[in-house]
């Protein structure tokens, strides 16, 4: 049976989308196609814990849980609050007395994706859309006295926000209850996304007691707006430890009770991941702590560590420094927070392929300063690289070109015998020193490296926002379509360019198959499509050389 190039690039490119598929389908927290469904893992509640009703806030009095509280009624009570706003150069950070959360964390350098005339949020609670994103802490644990402090409890503000000697903004906030004080220093500082969140926990009472403190983020089971088939990522909990490396959580299986993680740790961090950006509480190291995670009801999920702080006797006073990094996915930045934070950045199964990839890229937007010349230039680059792989494929074909007389003559010769047509077939590839495969390599060398950056633009938050000519933002679709037109335009003068099929039905799914994909690059990354027309287009210069090169001489 003859080979026919055409043939596999509708194979590559098939299987090429049901690897997009599945990516999607993960990445949305269902089952892999290639894999079985994992036996399901309980994870199990310490005896202590027990349930308080989260946000307590007239606004939103959505029921949740914290740790190791007991329950203080069916619905808690409004309480006092009082908003301090933090500005510095990155943030524009809300945080409310009434448990002492950061109620609204604005990320000034970042524009929202649906709306760009307004900031980026983080943190943030929406009871109209049902989104709620929080990062909350307090004690649990014994107390004759009842509760100790949590992000229930309400909070006066102590000291602050004040301007250090090192220029950094403080806010202190304090509250008494059950026995025991505790002050939060909430620490920013210029250029960082690091928040410093300092506990004092001090012993007022008449009896000894043994408080942990949690850090907690809580998220709904929602994509983010603005998420979309072809531009999809993971958002949900992640976490690390140094036993059990990377790991990545869904909403889904918490749901179900089958999440499976580290239960106890030394180190690490937790954090909720969203697309290009992530806030993680990072513990002090060597302090031994716990992780859970829980479905809160009403498509409220949470992920907390829980450390424990020791006996405290009355008058004794102990402390914890902790971080939370609340920002974007940049490797730099997430490399020098912690170990393993950098991971949040997620690029599925392509990793391997995609951080060279990314690497490449940010050495050349160094030099260029556009991200788009760098995709320009970055294709240039892959096709220097592959330049030899590429000119062996289209020498191949520009042979089967001008074989294509003879090709015909067999399939008349031999149109009743398909086996001697076959046969004479590779006789005169072989006679003629022909590849018939030789014309897949230029598209089979470029697949990895398509589909790596496909995943580079969906992770990296460099990109996020980029302009290129007419193209708003390279990491999602061109809104004026000229792309997907330009490469439709470009694979018709390529396939124009290739050996006309002899079958009639090829020849016209040949003809259809620019205009199929360029209906599906319409909904993928800009940036995707531009890498894509000027490899097409170096392509068809390349070919249309080597074309002339081996044609025939005119006959005189």
């Not at 001090?202 to 979309?228: F, R, T, W």
């Not at 590839?429 to 390599?441: Q, T």
């Not at 997907?484 to 009639?504: C, E, G, H, K, W």
Request: proline share 7%; hydrophobic share 45%.
């Amino acid at each position: 049976m003859e080979f026919n190039k055409r043939t596999i690039l509708w194979i590559v490119f098939a299987v090429s989308l049901i690897f997009l598929w599945n990516d999607w389908m993960v990445a949305n927290g269902k089952q892999s196609m290639f894999s079985a469904t994992p036996p399901a893992k309980v994870a199990t509640a310490p005896a202590a814990q027990a349930k308080v009703n989260d946000l307590p806030n007239a606004a939103t009095t959505t029921p949740a849980t914290v740790p190791g509280a007991s329950a203080p009624g069916t619905g808690a009570a409004p309480i006092a609050t009082k908003i301090v706003t933090v500005t510095t150069d990155l943030f524009k950070a809300d945080i409310d007395t009434a448990g002492g959360v950061i109620r609204r964390l604005e990320l000034l350098k970042y524009r929202d994706k649906v709306d760009p005339t307004k900031n980026q949020l983080l943190f943030h609670v929406d009871p109209a859309k049902g989104r709620i994103y929080l990062g909350q802490t307090g004690l649990t644990g014994n107390s004759p006295a009842g509760l100790m402090p949590n992000h229930n409890t309400p909070f006066s503000v102590v000291s602050g926000p004040t301007v250090d000697g090192n220029g950094q903004v403080q806010l202190v906030l304090q509250a008494e209850q059950g026995g025991v004080r505790l002050t939060k220093t909430f620490t920013f500082k210029r250029g960082d996304y690091v928040i410093g969140v300092r506990h004092d926990v001090a012993n007022i009472g008449a009896a000894a007691v043994m408080p942990s403190l949690y850090l907690q983020l809580q998220h709904d089971g929602s994509k983010p707006e603005g998420d979309s088939f072809f531009n999809s990522t993971y958002t949900g909990p992640t976490l690390y430890t140094s036993q059990d490396k990377y790991q990545k959580l869904t909403f889904d299986k918490i749901a179900k009770g089958s999440a499976d993680h580290s239960k106890t740790a030394t180190d690490g961090w937790i954090a909720i991941s969203q697309h290009f950006f992530v806030s993680a509480f990072v513990p002090p190291e060597k302090l031994q702590r716990t992780i859970e995670t829980k479905s809160l009801g009403n498509n409220l999920f949470s992920i907390s560590t829980i450390l424990p702080l020791g006996t405290l006797q009355p008058g004794q006073t102990v402390s914890n420094e902790s971080r939370l990094y609340s920002g974007p996915q940049e490797e730099k930045l997430l490399e020098a927070v912690t170990p393993g934070l950098d991971l949040v950045r997620d690029y599925a199964w392509a990793a391997i392929i995609a951080k060279p990839i990314f690497a490449t890229m940010n050495w050349l937007h160094s030099l260029i300063g556009n991200w788009g010349w760098t995709i320009v230039a970055f294709t240039i680059l892959i096709k220097l690289l592959f330049f030899p792989l590429s000119a062996a494929g289209y020498r191949s074909m520009a042979k089967m070109k001008t074989v294509t007389p003879k090709m015909q003559a067999i399939r008349e010769r031999f149109k009743n015998d398909p086996v001697k047509m076959q046969q004479a077939t590779m006789e005169l590839y072989k006679s003629e020193k022909i590849n018939p495969l030789g014309g897949c390599l230029p598209i089979l060398v470029q697949m990895p490296v398509f589909l790596a950056l496909y995943w580079v633009l969906q992770a990296a938050v460099e990109m996020r926002g980029a302009s290129w000519l007419w193209v708003p933002d390279l990491t999602v679709n061109d809104p004026f379509y000229i792309l997907p037109i330009l490469y439709a335009i470009s694979m018709f003068v390529t396939t124009r360019l290739n050996p006309q099929p002899a079958d009639p039905v090829q020849a016209k799914m040949m003809m259809f198959m620019p205009l199929a994909f360029s209906v599906i690059f319409i909904f993928f990354p800009s940036g995707l499509v531009l890498y894509w027309v000027v490899n097409n287009l170096i392509s068809m210069a390349q070919q249309y050389v080597i074309t002339k090169k081996l044609a025939p001489s005119p006959a005189k």
